[in-house]
């Protein structure tokens, strides 16, 4: 055990406050030296083993293993009164010891007792494994969350791996599992809980079994699974957050953890939970209200009354129901280390979560005081001024008056977090609409009431309000809908009521849009949720958050679509999260390579990380881009600087899948080309890409190749969340009938002396990914090697004039200019940066630079190469190009085609550099 760091003066004498205390001292004078020899050590790592031994000792006669329990359970908590108020101990150290006690004591009482039961019956065996069978005992609440109070029940649940019998002898009947089972927990609740001369170890509550106190004492791995699957409710998820098993084989604890988390835990947010732990909580605040009725001197109960311990509980706790099942971090079951995480996420500020660990510290030291008068188990400041006024000397205060004005500042603190979150939300519409709410069934504006909705609409400015209407209610009709829980439909339809006025202001504030349109995107999205009714919670619990979306939808058809496949983004819209500058690239490499690594040997699951923290930042951009902060160079900067990230963790993880790998870290690159490798990525680009090794192992070709295909597999599989990118590999050396992967010395043979002009032109733009940088180095140096080699400008010009008279051939015809494929287009542009590149890098190396088509356009005209005025003029005609482009590809749009007049002056500057540099277009 460790020093205490000094010795305090106490507070207040232990013996002059703690009934308990002074008792147990009267009875035996010698217990004094002991205590404070204890007293003067830390506690959190007492070894009970030891000390349970000089306790069973101290006498004449070795004591039963139940007293010397009891008194060692006494030594300790009149140790931790001494020390707390002597201001040795906090309240770390206090929960510590008495967890660590607990566990202790399960653990110490249970050994002898299934020794004797295996002595009498035989050892238990499952009827499957045919393996011996052991107890797992699960502390729920408190002690399972490492946090127990020094006078508190313990909640307890047994759990058997495998039904079965004992291995009886000759002439005995066999008890089955069940049944050895259940009178071994009957014999632990005894041992623990019976009341003797020396007390009891701990008062032990069965309550949180499955099916509570009329279900059976023990139960079976399949039992426990069958139960939450069937019949577990909401707030059981609340209590089996806290599980973890005191006693088993860690084979046994590992299959219970693999049935109990997905129950808890859910793979989606789940924000379902929050009405859930709502009405939860106002069962119990109910049953207080009722006893401070009855018994009006109880009414501050610290732990279950407003801004008390509980809902400090519950506000770390919805957290983690929510988000437990996508975040493990959110897992832990301490409701301090909980709210810690919560303030390093950014899901509470940290002001708010400082506040709320100092309100929880002074309720549970409050708690602890009023329990070490007695040894009992309550919560409530007594009524009395001599009781409030020792009460208040015990916490450190000057007087009763400062204790209750403190502990009303911070109940009111707690409950207005509380209240934040858990107060019920009622969506609905304002501005004095509520007369002219849908309604599911009679009402002047009933939703079967075409013309009622077609009124209410247009008295809200809907254009088209006809149309809108009778999509309304053809989508309320909707099978999907239908066949909703009544509860869902009813949320379903206060959103709606909701969402129609919004929709009229957003568009009206914006400027731009259209109703019918809006709704219609709304409605979609509606349907694609409706069965899974914590989306509609979602909205239904921050209203804000429908606005959010409406705005979204309003601004782009594309992110409606996006959020329509990725309902779960909608937690992005909760908070301001996705505001401020754009991804910080090293932090988020670091998270996203911990996630995978939480989930190592899941291929499923890393596969399915990867596509929802993609989606995840994807939507944080599209969020900054639709409020204007970024612009299309921006954005796509970011957006390549994002997909490098996950091609370096696909890589990373992939290699590990590949079976007999001959090196830990591989010899690998991938190198980007079109708009990943200009760095002009937009938002449902395809990733053009190729593979190249640098590695002598006569086995590497063959591994790498696997890398490769698996890669691609990874990127381009549908789970659950979706895809994260195409990938086309046609850049590859001989293209489609080349090798997938190709060794660095290869791909330079083949650059040097087989590869057309075309594939030179893409070279202008590519660059290494991810992987070995060493790799990635030599590729550059090949890159400028083949870029800067001096070409025949004759025969130059007629490679790149026949490939882009292939592609004019080639193209899809449409109404509008057509920004990327049209003459004065976005590929002129680019064709003509790439013959530049090709013609004068060997004499300005400067042009080998992948610094985009803009700044090489620039670069060209400060050498002469170009006119200087028309590349300035090309540069803004490209940026505006590709800023309509990403305009119209926002509203849903594949092809990018605007009216012609939009983009006149721009191909016109664009039709008058080529003509300069090739000629008249044929």
């Known amino acids: 055990m460790n020093a205490a760091p000094h010795a305090a003066p106490h507070l207040v004498d232990p013996a002059s406050y703690s009934h308990f205390y002074q008792r147990w001292l009267a009875a035996d004078p010698a217990r004094a030296a002991r205590l404070s020899a204890l007293a003067q050590l830390s506690l959190e790592r007492c070894d009970f083993g030891a000390e349970l ?51 202790f004591a399960i653990a110490c009482a249970l050994a002898p007792l299934m020794d004797e039961m295996v002595a009498q019956h035989g050892m238990p065996t499952g009827a499957e494994s045919g393996l011996p069978q052991q107890l797992m005992v699960l502390a729920m609440g408190k002690q399972g969350g490492g946090e127990l109070n020094v006078s508190s029940d313990i909640d307890l649940i047994f759990v058997y791996p495998e039904d079965g019998d004992c291995a009886a002898g000759a002439g005995q009947r066999p008890l089955s599992n069940h049944e050895f089972f259940s009178r071994l927990g009957k014999k632990l609740i005894a041992s623990l809980s019976e009341v003797i001369e020396d007390g009891f170890v701990f008062r032990v509550d069965m309550a949180l079994r499955p099916n509570g106190n009329s279900g059976p004492l023990v139960a079976s791995l399949s039992m426990v699974e069958h139960y939450l699957i069937v019949q577990g409710r909401e707030w059981e998820r609340y209590a089996w957050v806290k599980a973890r098993a005191v006693t088993g084989t860690a084979a046994d604890i590992a299959a219970l953890d693999a049935i109990v988390r997905p129950f808890v835990y859910r793979r989606y947010l789940d924000f379902g939970v929050i009405d859930a732990i709502r009405t939860m909580h106002g069962q119990i605040r109910a049953e207080v209200d009722r006893q401070e009725r009855l018994h009006p001197d109880r009414s501050n109960n610290v732990k279950l009354g407003r801004g008390g311990i509980r ?30 995480v919560l303030a ?48 208040a000397t015990m916490m450190g205060l000057a007087d009763a008056a400062t204790l209750l004005a403190q502990l009303d500042g911070h109940r009111r603190f707690v409950a207005a977090q509380f209240d934040a979150i858990f107060s019920e939300k009622v969506a609905g519409s304002e501005d004095g609409e509520e007369s002219m709410q849908l309604h599911s069934s009679g009402g002047e504006a009933d939703i079967d009431n075409l013309a009622a909705i077609e009124a209410r609409l247009a008295g809200l400015g809907f254009d088209e309000a006809g149309a809108a209407a009778r999509r309304l209610m053809a989508t309320w009709h909707a099978p999907r809908l239908q066949a909703m829980p009544e ?3 009813t949320r379903l339809l206060a959103l709606l009521n909701a969402a129609l006025p919004l929709i009229a202001r957003v568009i009206k504030e914006a400027g731009v849009g259209r109703h019918g349109a809006t709704l219609a995107r709304l409605l979609d999205f509606f349907e694609a949720v409706a069965r899974r009714a914590s989306y509609l919670s979602l909205l239904t619990e921050y209203p804000h958050t429908l606005e959010r979306v409406i705005r979204m939808m309003n601004a ?81 900067d970011y957006l390549s600087a994002l997909a490098d990230l996950i091609v370096e963790a696909t890589i990373k993880a992939a290699w590990l899948t590949v079976a007999r790998r001959h090196r830990e870290v591989p010899r690998f690159a991938v190198i980007a080309y079109g708009k990943l490798g200009g760095k002009e990525l937009g938002y449902v680009s395809d990733l053009d890409v190729i593979f190249l090794f640098d590695d002598d192992d006569q086995e590497a070709a063959a591994h790498y190749a696997r890398l490769a295909q698996r890669f691609i597999t990874w990127m381009t599989a549908h789970t659950s969340a979706g895809i994260l990118f195409d990938i086309d590999t046609a850049l590859r050396p001989d293209g489609a009938s080349g090798m997938l992967v190709s060794s660095l010395s290869a791909f330079e043979r083949y650059q040097t002396s087989a590869a057309w002009v075309w594939e030179h032109q893409a070279l202008t733009r590519a660059r290494f990914c991810a992987g070995d940088a060493a790799i990635g180095a030599r590729f550059e140096q090949i890159r400028q090697l083949v870029l800067m080699r001096e070409r025949d400008d004759t025969l130059l010009r007629q490679e790149v004039l026949a490939m882009r008279a292939r592609m004019h051939k080639a193209q899809a015809p449409g109404s509008g200019f057509d920004l990327k494929q049209g003459a004065g287009g976005m590929i002129d542009i680019e064709f003509m940066v790439q013959y530049l590149v090709l013609r004068h890098a060997h004499a300005w190396p400067r042009l080998t630079a992948n610094s985009g088509n803009i700044a090489l356009l620039k670069t060209c005209g400060e050498l002469g190469l170009i006119d200087p005025a028309l590349a300035l003029a090309v540069a803004d005609a490209y940026r505006a190009m590709r800023r309509l482009q990403h305009q119209v590809r926002l509203q849903g749009q594949d092809n990018a085609r605007v009216a012609p007049a939009l983009v006149a002056g721009h191909a016109q500057a664009v039709t008058a550099l080529w003509q300069a540099m090739f000629g008249a277009a044929d």
């Not at 506040?355 to 400041?381: I, M, S, W």
Request: aromatic share 4%.
């Open 53 to 103: 031994q000089r306790e069973r000792d101290a006498g004449a006669a070795p004591l039963p293993l139940p007293r010397g329990l009891r008194r060692l359970r006494n030594l300790v908590v009149c140790t931790l009164i001494e020390r707390d108020l002597a201001g040795q101990a906090d309240l770390a150290e206090v929960v510590a010891t008495m967890t660590a006690l607990a566990d």
């Open 311 to 340: 809902e400090i509980e519950f506000l770390a706790q919805v957290f983690q129901l929510i988000r437990g099942g996508r975040d493990a971090a959110l897992r832990d079951r301490s409701t301090r280390a909980t709210l810690a």
């Open 344 to 391: 390093e996420k950014e899901l509470l500020p940290r002001d708010t979560v400082g506040t709320l660990l100092d309100a929880y510290t002074f309720l549970r030291n409050l708690e602890h005081r009023l329990q070490y008068r007695d040894d009992a188990q309550t919560h409530t400041v007594p009524g009395g001024e001599a009781e409030r006024a020792l009460l």
């Open 487 to 489: 509860a869902s439909r």
């Open 556 to 636: 782009s058809g594309w992110a409606a679509t996006f959020l329509s496949q990725h309902p779960i983004l909608l937690d992005e819209l909760l908070d301001d999260r996705v505001s401020g500058a754009g991804p910080d690239c090293p932090a988020l490499a670091a998270e996203l390579q911990g996630q995978l690594d939480g989930a190592a040997g899941d291929t499923e699951r890393q596969m399915d990380i990867l596509r929802d923290f993609h989606h995840a930042q994807l939507f944080r951009l599209l969020a900054l881009d639709l409020a204007g902060e970024l612009s299309v160079e921006r954005l796509a």
